[in-house]
């Protein structure tokens, strides 16, 4: 398989480098040679919408990915409708960044009845997409591993994302591929190839043995048993060929200084991706 | 849907007591009127197998299972072949305890190449067939949560456990069906339904949120999100109405007195499964 070498299609997600600011974090993708960033929405409010948009032009990168709108299941309708409101400013946002996605993380079920929270995620991403689409934003569902169904996401294999994003049968709704949620999956492969022409994103990082923590314990690329590079090949005969984040939420890469993240992600990005 | 009113189907799988040595957890078992029993090989090396044998028969209660055997990949010929032989010994053990299902817990992967490993599981499966056949031991595969497909088992969807099954064509090799590991999953009720007439057993428990660890954080059926009872249904559907296992890795129940516990299982028995 084709490995990389050179970095035109790295994205770094920016909570990659929690420690920094969006400035900060755009200035060190420049020094770093890395063209895209994925920005995080508790980021940008701390930065301003405006001023976030500026930084980002100035520096002429490219935003892969706003993260994140989802959250969609609650137990009453104007809990619910407060979502969807929520993930209006969310487009509104993706909008004025030129994000190629905004990622949706759909929410865990607010009860026991996970079948009619994975209802709530579908009427929410119907309600949005005529918002979305007047804006030009894409919606990315991502499926997450299922160690988070019951705080995270209710939407938790690659074939259910895809089946869901189907049925909208419209452009503007895809999937994004994140390794770390789908690298178990015997149907990975199978569901891939399924949602060929709806991929939205790929995100990669490693899964460590033992894993440290749920949520925190994914690694840099090569620390883990992923295949990464074989999913990456499989996504790109899907169809899809945009840029790759890294996405890594974990207290060790934070507690480094920011460049030094970028230059070990820029080095294992070449070597596993 | 059913409920229960007696503990007629209730069996205690021995980790839920880890406190507890087999004796203890058998006259536990006979004080509560509890009627079966799943017995983890760690006690019964402690105990001997010819003692666990006599405590359990005196005892009058039924062994639902034998917890485990599996942990088949391994990166040389003969450390597979050296698990084989393991799985042997666990084989006669059944045998002698007149085990209903010896469980098997598949293992990880050695390595990043998971189908490698997948392809492994199903080899040493087709071994060990025959010499479980001689003994009349079923073979239950159960699938483990995803979380674990790096640490303890490749074999992490239902779907793929029933498909693997059905491969032998033998009323030997079966699934068995254990709610942590599976709630989470959209195509459960669909999986189990293919599962029809190879359902070798039925684990309960629960899936706290947050989770606390992924080995440790389950919980007493009705401390958590699973929908115990519909998930029984379906598999009472699919034509298994054998004993149903309570199976708990928890410090908190493990710091519990024994009695303490079977009383307050006993309760979520009825009140939730």
């Not at 993706?94 to 929410?107: D, M, N, S, T």
Request: negative net charge; contains cysteine; aromatic residues 6%.
């Amino acid at each position: 398989m084709k490995t990389f070498s050179d970095l035109s299609r790295l994205s770094l997600n920016q909570i990659t480098t929690n420690q920094w600011s969006v400035r900060e974090a755009v200035e060190g993708c420049v020094r770093a040679g890395i063209p895209a960033i994925a920005i995080w929405r508790n980021k940008l409010a701390e930065t301003g919408l405006q001023e976030t948009v500026n930084i980002v032009r100035n520096a002429g990168l490219t935003v892969s990915s706003l993260c994140r709108g989802g959250g969609f299941p609650a137990t009453s309708a104007s809990e619910r409708q407060a979502n969807i409101d929520e993930n209006r400013r969310a487009i509104d946002e993706a909008a004025a960044l030129h994000a190629a996605v905004l990622v949706l993380v759909c929410g865990p079920t607010p009860d026991r009845n996970i079948d009619a929270a994975r209802g709530m995620v579908t009427d929410a991403i119907e309600q949005l997409l005529p918002y979305a689409t007047e804006r030009g934003v894409k919606l990315g569902i991502e499926p997450l591993h299922p160690m988070f169904a019951a705080d995270r996401s209710v939407i938790v294999t690659l074939a259910e994302a895809t089946r869901l994003a189907k049925r909208f049968a419209s452009p503007q709704v895809g999937v994004v591929v994140d390794v770390y949620h789908v690298w178990w999956d015997p149907e990975v492969y199978a569901s891939i190839e399924q949602a060929t022409g709806h991929i939205l994103g790929f995100h990669v990082n490693d899964w460590a043995v033992p894993l440290p923590d749920t949520l925190h314990g994914r690694r840099m690329m090569g620390d883990g048993v992923i295949e990464i590079r074989r999913l990456r090949h499989a996504v790109e005969q899907a169809g899809y060929h945009g840029p790759i984040e890294v996405e890594i939420l974990n207290q060790t890469i934070w507690n480094m200084p920011g460049d030094d993240v970028l230059k070990l992600m820029c080095q294992r990005y070449l070597e596993h991706v």
